[in-house]
C-alpha cells in the first residue's frame, strides 16, 4: 500500500473581496469558452464543408474530435489537479485552449482542421476537469451552493449565445472567425487566472501520477464514446461488435488497476460515499433524457410541425433561456432545502414536461411546444445546481479534483447516450422517433428523480 499523507491548510475557506469577484470572472470566461466553442462549430458545419470541399458526413469530425478528446482526458487531469495544482491544470487548459484556436483559424484542410480541434479538446478537458475544484477552492463553504448556481447560469447562458454567436460571425465573415475569438478572451482569461486564482490549499505527500492508468483511462473512455458514435453512423455492426469486445477486455483491466489505488483515477473511494454514488447516478440518467429532448425535438419541430431553423432555434432556446433564471435560485435553495428533495422535485418537473412533449398534437402552436420546452428546462434548472452542489460537496477536500472530474464525465456520459438512444429510435421507428424519444426520456427522469431522492437518507 503506497504511504501517502495529507499536508496543508485544511481550514481553508475561500478568497475575500475583491479577489473573489476577479478570479470567478476567470472561472466564468472559461466555462464560457468551453461550452461556447463545444457547439458553436454545429451551425457552420455546412459552410465548413462546402469550403474545405468534403461531405457533410466527414465534417462532423470537426464536432465528434473535440468531444472525444475532452472524454478521454478529463479524469487523468482532474487527478493531476489533485497531485500538483487544480490552478496550473487550468491555466495550462486555458493556454492550450488559446494556441489550438489559432491553429484552427488558419486551418487550410479538413486534416488540419480536425487535428487542432482535438487540440482544443485537450485544452477544454483541463479546464473542464477542474472548473468547479477552483470554484470551490474559491468561494467560502457558506456561499458554495449560490456559486455552484452562477456556474449552471453561466453554462446555460454560453448555451444559448453559442448558436447565436455563430449566425453573427457567419454574416459578416467567414469560418475561421469563430475560432479567432477565442484568442484575445483565452489571453485576458489566463492572466486574471495566473493573478487572482487560489493554489491548492492541501497536497497529497507520497501519491504519485500513472501513466499506465491516464492510457487505460483514455482508450476505455474513447472506446465507449467511439462504440456509440460508430453506431450512431451507421457503421458495420462487426466492427462495433470488435470494438465494443476490446472496450470489454480494457475496461476490466482498467477496474482492476483502480481498485487497487487509494487514490483511483476513476474514484471508486468517492463512489463508496453513498450521496456521491447516487449524484452520479442521476447525473448520468438525468443528462440522457435531456440529451434525448435538445437532440430530438428540433427534428420533430421540422418533421412534424414544419418550422424552419430559425422558428426551430427560438422554441429550442426557450429551455437554456428559463435556467438562466432557475439555476440561482436553486443554488441559494440548496443550503437551505435538502439538494435530493430539491432536486427531485425538478427532475418531476422535468418529467412533466417531457411527457406532455410525447403527446403533442399535430396543429400545436409554437408557444404550446415552447412552454413545455421551458417547463423541462426549469426542472432541470432545479435539480442541476443542488444535485452538483451535493455531488462536490461530499467529497473530502483533498478528492476535489476527481470529483470535478467525475462530475463532467457523467454529464458527458449521460449527454452520448442520449444522442446514441435517439438514432437508434431513427433506426427502430423513424419519423415518430422525437415523439418516443420524449416518452423515454420521461421514463428516465422518473427514475432520476427516485435516486435523487434516496439521498435523503444522505447529510
Not at 225 to 241: F, K, L, N, Q, T
Not at 341 to 366: K, N, V
Not at 426 to 433: E, I, Q, Y
Request: glycine share 8%; net charge positive.
Amino acid at each position: 500500500m503506497e504511504k501517502e499523507r495529507i499536508t496543508g491548510n485544511t481550514q481553508w475557506d475561500g478568497l475575500g473581496r475583491p479577489a473573489i469577484f476577479y478570479a470567478m470572472i476567470s472561472i466564468w470566461c472559461g466555462i464560457f469558452l468551453s461550452v461556447v466553442d463545444g457547439n458553436i462549430c454545429n451551425v457552420a458545419l455546412p459552410v465548413i464543408a462546402q469550403e474545405l470541399g468534403v461531405s457533410p458526413a466527414d465534417s462532423i469530425w470537426v464536432v465528434n474530435a473535440f468531444q472525444l478528446v475532452v472524454m478521454m482526458a478529463l479524469l487523468p487531469f482532474s487527478t493531476l489537479g489533485e497531485l500538483y495544482s487544480y490552478k496550473k491544470v487550468y491555466l495550462s487548459g486555458v493556454a492550450v485552449f488559446t494556441v489550438a484556436s489559432v491553429f484552427c483559424t488558419v486551418s487550410h484542410s479538413l486534416l488540419m482542421l480536425v487535428a487542432s480541434r482535438a487540440f482544443q479538446g485537450l485544452g477544454a478537458a483541463m479546464m473542464m476537469s477542474v472548473n468547479t475544484s477552483v470554484a470551490k477552492l474559491v468561494f467560502p463553504r457558506r456561499h458554495f451552493g449560490k456559486g455552484v448556481g452562477i456556474n449552471a447560469t453561466v453554462v446555460a447562458l454560453s448555451a444559448v449565445s453559442g448558436p447565436s454567436i455563430a449566425a453573427a460571425i457567419l454574416s459578416f465573415a467567414s469560418w475561421p472567425w469563430l475560432f479567432a475569438i477565442n484568442i484575445p478572451m483565452g489571453i485576458v482569461t489566463f492572466l486574471m487566472g495566473w493573478r487572482f486564482l487560489p493554489d491548492n490549499p492541501t497536497h497529497i505527500v507520497g501519491r504519485r501520477f500513472h501513466i499506465g492508468d491516464a492510457l487505460l483511462n483514455a482508450a476505455v473512455f474513447g472506446l465507449l464514446i467511439g462504440c456509440i458514435e460508430m453506431y450512431s453512423h451507421d457503421v458495420s455492426p462487426a466492427v462495433v461488435a470488435v470494438a465494443a469486445a476490446v472496450l470489454l477486455v480494457l475496461g476490466f483491466l482498467y477496474i482492476r488497476s483502480q481498485l487497487r489505488r487509494r487514490y483511483p483515477m476513476l474514484p471508486f473511494d468517492l463512489l463508496r460515499i453513498p450521496a456521491f454514488s447516487m449524484s452520479v447516478i442521476t447525473s448520468v440518467v438525468s443528462y440522457t433524457a435531456q440529451m434525448m429532448v435538445l437532440v430530438g425535438m428540433p427534428f420533430m419541430l421540422l418533421h412534424t410541425y414544419g418550422m424552419n431553423p430559425v422558428e426551430t432555434g427560438a422554441v429550442m432556446t426557450s429551455w437554456p433561456f428559463i435556467v438562466m433564471f432557475v439555476a440561482p435560485l436553486s443554488g441559494s435553495l440548496s443550503g437551505k432545502i435538502h439538494p435530493g428533495l430539491l432536486g427531485g422535485f425538478g427532475l418531476l418537473l422535468m418529467s412533466a414536461g417531457c411527457f406532455l412533449l410525447s403527446q403533442m398534437p399535430a396543429d400545436a402552436s409554437p408557444f404550446a411546444l415552447g412552454w413545455r420546452l421551458a417547463l423541462c428546462g426549469a426542472g432541470f434548472g432545479f435539480f442541476q445546481s443542488p444535485n452538483n452542489h451535493l455531488l462536490l460537496s461530499s467529497a473530502p477536500n483533498h478528492r476535489a479534483g476527481s470529483a470535478s472530474g467525475m462530475l463532467s464525465t457523467a454529464r458527458l456520459t449521460g449527454q452520448a447516450t442520449g444522442a446514441a438512444l435517439v438514432a437508434l429510435f431513427f433506426h427502430l421507428f423513424g419519423d415518430k422517433a422525437p415523439h418516443d424519444a420524449m416518452l423515454l426520456a420521461g421514463i428516465l427522469v422518473v427514475c432520476a428523480a427516485f435516486f435523487s431522492f434516496l439521498r435523503l437518507r444522505s447529510r
